[in-house]
């Protein structure tokens, strides 16, 4: 299978004699961050982050070689510098379409990160605030408990802790039936606990965001978003759904498995429909300009004072503690704050999401101690590349490496199996 490769050079910090293959795109200037925003005692040694590299260079490779994807694009972030790009495979199988960094994926509940970054610059403009009272806004809203639903805020929506059971309503909308009227249903649910008392994980609830702030400032949800965040980031081909999708000048065809190998089908529409739960689509290079800003790189865009509030751990999320064997071996804390998710990872606090949607998978992860992370897209299903960020995350914080991945085992499976039968292509992963 053919693949691009990219190394960027890290100037003088890491030492790698490789030059770039390309610049990246110019992005617009920017303020310096805050001097105490990252002290050389936190610096991971230099060595460690070389290896790092040279490791994940090895797994990659490994992974191609089972041809364990259709495509995937990765980037390894440093100190605001993308010290690492790669991209295996094809956006499109069928037609030998290479992935670059600039072909654009569905990112899935990655999607959700924008959303909350958007609502803390209306917060800090006035145009609302995080404790907003969802009835004094959507004239539509109730829950089964109508004292709940007085109660409920804009954080409890996007900290998922409205009291609703997990992925309300996520089945109704994957058989086509409208957000809109799904929104107005809630009250037929009976709710897993108080509104702000459990967690909950939602997309249906979640789209209601874009409701608040279409309410509140009378413009899209998605406008906001392209001009308050895509635009002033340089974030070139992100957008919003599956016109913005395949319109792009490079995009990654979702695939399943078959007895012949990786096959593209069509996007399905299901999921753009709540827009602020996993509406974007972006490219690595898009990535690596978000992951820079959310680990404090661009404070002209996102304040150091919003990011805090962003990534402060929020409601407990007990099941993530054992959700996957690198959680079960890894995490002794898990939470989820607005947006992202917070572990405390082998010691250190990880701000993490992933995301899932028919023939798409999406990783993101950083250490804010650190200022390092890791963004990864792919276009196709099986677990095998979601073990590939914990094993990086193992080595960059010097413990002892396990094959999360599956790479290095000779009994490791390359595509997966297609079942027998009607193919029902899963919709979206709870995630």
């Given at each position: 299978m053919q693949f691009q490769k990219i190394f960027l050079l890290v100037a003088g910090a890491l030492g790698l004699a490789i030059q770039p293959l390309r610049a990246a795109p110019s992005s617009p200037p920017r303020k310096p961050p805050p001097a105490s925003a990252h002290s050389a005692a936190d610096a991971l040694p230099v060595a460690r982050i070389k290896q790092t590299l040279a490791d994940y260079q090895r797994w990659l490779t490994l992974l191609e070689e089972r041809h364990a994807?259709?495509?995937?694009?990765?980037?390894?972030?440093?100190?605001?510098?993308?010290?690492?790009?790669?991209?295996?495979?094809?956006?499109?199988?069928?037609?030998?379409?290479?992935?670059?960094?600039?072909t654009v994926f569905r990112l899935a509940s990655l999607s959700k990160a924008f959303a909350t970054a958007l609502v803390g610059l209306l917060v800090d403009d006035g145009k609302l605030h995080w404790d907003t009272k969802l009835v004094n806004v959507l004239p539509y809203f109730k829950l089964k408990n109508m004292q709940d639903a007085d109660k409920a805020t804009v954080s409890d929506i996007l900290g998922q802790r409205l009291g609703l059971p997990r992925n309300t309503y996520d089945n109704m909308l994957e058989d086509d039936i409208p957000y809109e009227e799904l929104v107005r249903k809630l009250d037929e649910v009976s709710l897993a606990c108080g509104v702000g008392e459990c967690y909950g994980y939602q997309n249906v609830a979640f789209g209601m965001i874009s409701d608040v702030v279409f309410a509140r400032t009378g413009e899209f949800f998605y406008r906001l978003v392209d001009k308050r965040i895509f635009y002033p980031l340089g974030m070139n081909t992100a957008s919003y759904g599956r016109t913005g999708l395949e319109t792009s000048k490079s995009w990654a065809r979702p695939h399943h498995p078959s007895a012949r190998g990786w096959v593209p089908f069509e996007p399905k529409e299901t999921y753009y429909r709540v827009a602020p739960a996993a509406g974007v689509n972006a490219?690595?290079?898009?990535?690596?300009?978000?992951?820079?800003?959310?680990?404090?790189?661009?404070?002209?865009?996102?304040?150091?004072?919003?990011?805090?509030?962003?990534?402060m751990p929020g409601v407990v999320t007990p099941t993530e503690l054992y959700a996957t064997p690198w959680r079960r071996a890894r995490l002794t804390a898990a939470h989820y704050a607005l947006g992202w998710r917070v572990y405390e990872y082998?010691?250190?606090?990880?701000?993490?999401?992933?995301?899932?949607?028919?023939?798409?998978?999406?990783?993101?992860?950083?250490?804010?101690?650190?200022?390092?992370?890791?963004?990864?897209?792919?276009?196709?299903?099986?677990?095998?590349?979601?073990?590939?960020?914990?094993?990086?995350?193992?080595?960059?914080?010097?413990?002892?490496?396990?094959?999360?991945?599956?790479?290095?085992?000779?009994?490791?499976?390359?595509?997966p199996k297609k079942r027998k039968g009607r193919i029902r292509h899963p919709v979206h992963h709870r995630h």
């Open positions: 994807v259709a495509g995937l694009a990765t980037a390894v972030v440093v100190d605001d510098k993308v010290a690492y790009e790669h991209t295996i495979g094809y956006a499109d199988v069928a037609t030998k379409q290479p992935v670059t960094p600039e490219s690595l290079r898009d990535m690596e300009k978000w992951l820079i800003a959310q680990m404090g790189g661009r404070p002209d865009v996102l304040p150091p004072a919003l990011l805090q509030v962003l990534h082998g010691g250190q606090t990880l701000i993490f999401h992933a995301g899932a949607v028919a023939g798409y998978r999406t990783m993101i992860g950083f250490f804010p101690k650190y200022h390092v992370g890791v963004v990864t897209l792919w276009n196709s299903t099986g677990p095998m590349p979601g073990g590939l960020m914990p094993m990086v995350f193992d080595d960059l914080l010097g413990l002892p490496h396990v094959d999360w991945a599956g790479v290095e085992s000779k009994a490791a499976r390359a595509v």
